[in-house]
């Protein structure tokens, strides 16, 4: 998902919109050499090295990847669990940041 977590940064660049990660793998200095090489360079969390990590217990992640779009109020608007439709995904995230934008 990265090339188009990529994409979805750079689109919404100066918006209302923030984008944050947490990876679960087991090898922290490889992680870290593979978020350098895809070019991640919105805020991301190492969640321990295993799917049952302290962050993954306590959303209560059933399955990789898991996406919340939250709105600019900190609700929950919608999940994602596996890896979604693109255009589906772009569609929810514009109308969350259009809405954002209009409560300015």
Known sequence: MYPHERSLVKRMHS???ALLGVN????REALKQTMQEEEITWRSWWD????????????????????????????????YIGSPD??????????LVEAAESSQ
């Not at 693109?86 to 109308?95: F, H, T, V, W």
Request: avoid cysteine.
């Open 15 to 17: 918006r209302p919109f």
């Open 24 to 27: 679960s793998d087991e090898d």
């Open 48 to 79: 321990g090295g295993d799917t049952g990590g302290p962050i993954a217990q306590s959303w209560e992640i059933a399955g990789w990847p898991t996406l919340f779009l939250i709105d600019h109020e900190g609700v929950i608007r919608h999940q």
């Open 86 to 95: 693109e255009e589906k995904l772009d569609a929810a995230i514009d109308e």
